[in-house]
């Protein structure tokens, strides 16, 4: 599916935004790592698409700029609280499930960066020590690339901080 179709289709499959952007804009901010270090997920060391497990952040820059073009995609959410994690982790889910819908649809190769850590196995073999069980469809999320999510959503005209009682989420899908 060539990209313009692919934009079609993220507005067709719900998203409230999608935008076309070249990788190379995307800004990396190593400081951020410490985000996933809190381990507000749980999945600190615990998830083979999160740090420390997923590789260092010059790593995971270098992984995602092998892919010259992304499409951003952002869901709006009524959650007034953007830290209660009972409202947020479902919708994270429901924007992962619609970003691997797409990735369907568009049939070609492609690097998914999701809303939040990858969530197709639970728990995750990294538990136990085991390898990954599907290392082609397993997805890092936005924090550990350390992506500057706000400069990417400004600079594609969508915004960030949706104002009260509204929360945004955003994946990536680079081709
Ligand atoms: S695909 Fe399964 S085993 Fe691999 S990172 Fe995702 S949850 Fe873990």
Request: aromatic share 8%; charged share 20%.
């Amino acid at each position: 599916m060539d990209e313009k179709k692919l934009l079609a289709a993220a507005l067709t499959e719900g998203f409230a935004n999608a935008a076309l952007i070249d990788t190379k804009s995307i800004t990396f901010i190593p400081a951020f790592r410490i985000l996933c270090e809190e381990n507000t997920c749980g999945k600190y060391n615990a998830n083979h698409a999160c740090p420390p497990l997923c590789g260092t952040v010059e790593e995971m820059r270098e992984k995602l700029l092998q892919w010259p073009r992304a499409l951003v995609l952002q869901t709006m959410w009524d959650i007034d609280d953007p830290l209660d994690s009972a409202q947020i982790k479902p919708a994270k889910e429901q924007h992962n499930q619609m970003t691997r819908r797409l990735i369907a649809q568009a049939e070609s190769p492609c690097l998914m960066v999701g809303a939040s850590g990858c969530d197709l196995c639970s728990p995750c073999t990294a538990a136990e020590g085991k390898p990954c069980r599907f290392p082609d469809r397993c997805a890092s999320c936005m924090s550990a690339y350390c992506i500057f999510v706000e400069e990417m959503a400004r600079g594609c005209g969508m915004e960030y901080d949706c104002g009260p009682g509204v929360t945004a989420f955003f994946s990536l899908i680079c081709f």
